[in-house]
């Protein structure tokens, strides 16, 4: 399937793919996200984790709580997903996306 949505660090050394349509798309305001995106809010995109796939490079990943971890690159600090270990779905930044869902 060919990808709907990609993305990547500002270095290039991590980029990444996605070959679904987000579902359920909507703003977090809690403060781990405000803190993670260095603002009032975060987009959530999410899509299912088999269905998202790193095409360059490796993330480096910060286990943020019990129940979630952060992938970012490790070269440049770019911030690329987010996952909940307890759910079947995966969250790219969409901050690191090259361009909305086509």
Not at 56 to 66: C, N, V
Not at 67 to 76: E, K, L, M
Request: net charge positive; hydrophobic share 30%; aromatic share 8%.
């Amino acid at each position: 399937m060919s990808a709907v949505l990609t993305g990547g660090c500002q270095c290039g050394r991590v980029r990444f793919a996605v070959d679904m349509q987000p579902f359920g798309v909507h703003v977090c305001h809690c403060r781990m996200c405000q803190k993670a995106v260095a603002g009032p809010f975060a987009v959530i995109c999410p899509v299912l984790k088999t269905h998202f796939r790193i095409t360059r490079g490796e993330m480096a990943y910060f286990h943020s709580s019990d129940v979630a971890r952060r992938g970012y690159c490790r070269d440049c600090g770019t911030p690329m997903n987010s996952t909940n270990l307890r759910w079947s779905c995966q969250k790219p930044s969409t901050s690191s996306g090259d361009s909305g869902p086509t």
